[in-house]
């Protein structure tokens, strides 16, 4: 899948690009050197939002050579190395149930929360499969599924006035070289830390906890995340 | 419940307060000079560990006036103006219900977790109530049960050599006076913030997110809490 290469070498797709949670990690990864891939339904917008996360993360890139592309969202599970899927949940299994032969043998990250909104305010909608990140791994069963990157905030990642993110990725899944690779690939955005969390079966509740950061965020009138302490 | 008292005059009682975390919490707390009440099946036993506790306690208390006392569970929870359910998750059930009348009126806070383990290392529990803290809001219909202290190393806080506690309490509940008072409560502990984090409902994910942290002290070979950051 990577075939031993580094991190840095990867080009990394982004499914659902061009909402807040894609174009964020998008821009602080393309920032680093990373050679990003935007994928969404629409390739147009796709490509018009790839040329606006360029130009902003070339403003603080330094000596790094940013390279963002658009594409449809089956383009970009096809060319990318590595996939990070941030669609929305309500279009989670229909987007990942076309995508299983250009993603096979491919790390797939998923980082979408599944949550709902009422009058109380947030709440965790139920996956049948238990999490979203299982979800995924059912619909894609020859990729290497892992949970990453849900308690990050979007405003926050894309806010580059901050150079640097004050928070840790809680990284789950199965296969620990894909976990290794998801780890280092968090690690290049400055200030993070991809944390190894757990298996798969203990995804659901890292998924969920960002129900209850929208409730610090409400409550505060913050951005929150999460670190680890004592690691 | 609390009259208004400031959280520095109330008795806490600890129910299971004779398992590690019970005794971390009530040797952390009886340092700062709380009146710790500690509750066991076995009151003779709860008697032992209290006077351990007020030993080491004592040994950095400084100024502060250290009392801890032991008793069953029943009368501890009978005496005390706020009361922390430490036991296993295996009796949580069937200590509650008998608790009902004796903790009528009182701040319930449980820090109970929902773990179980098999050859794969920790996993959730199901609990039909949808969490722990709810499950004793249904056993409790007249106590106003918060959730928090999941997410604190029992060695840690047992570790006196240390004096501060590096992580945030995330604070889980419907009545936003009794969350005040248990923020409070946590703040006492020197390093630790109670966080609110959002309502009962969103109870579970916060309680087995300690599955998680079990994961990472096996891979890291740490005692991990969590920080809330941007609050």
New interface residues.
């Given amino acids: 899948m990577t075939d031993g290469r580094a991190v840095e070498e990867l080009v990394v797709g982004v499914l659902g690009g061009t909402g807040p949670q894609g174009r964020g990690l998008a821009v602080r990864l393309a920032a680093q050197g990373q050679r990003m891939l935007l994928g969404s339904r629409d390739a147009d917008r796709a490509a018009e939002v790839a040329a606006e996360v360029a130009e902003r993360a070339a403003t603080v890139a330094g000596n790094a050579a940013v390279s963002v592309t658009g594409g449809s969202n089956v383009d970009v599970a096809g060319a990318a190395d590595l996939v990070i899927v941030a669609v929305p949940f309500a279009g989670h299994a229909a987007t990942l149930a076309e995508l299983a032969t250009p993603l096979a043998g491919k790390i797939v990250v998923d980082c979408v929360v599944p949550m709902g909104f009422d009058e109380?305010?947030?709440?965790?909608l139920d996956v049948e499969e238990g999490s979203v990140a299982q979800q995924a791994a059912a619909l894609l069963p020859d990729s290497h599924v892992v949970g990453a990157f849900h308690h990050l905030?979007a405003t926050?990642l894309e806010d580059l006035s901050q150079p640097t993110i004050?928070?840790d990725v809680?990284v789950?899944g199965d296969d620990r070289a894909s976990m290794d690779t998801v780890q280092a690939l968090a690690g290049r955005i400055p200030g993070m830390r991809g944390?190894?969390?757990?298996?798969l079966?203990?995804a659901?509740?890292?998924?969920?906890?960002t129900?209850?950061?929208?409730?610090?965020n409400r409550?505060?009138k913050?951005?929150?995340?999460?670190?680890?302490?004592?690691?």
């Fill in positions: 109380l305010g947030a709440y965790v905030s926050l004050d928070g809680m789950i944390i190894y969390a757990g298996r079966r203990n659901r509740q890292v998924e969920a906890l129900v209850n950061l929208v409730s610090v409550r505060y913050v951005h929150a995340g999460i670190r680890v302490t004592d690691v």
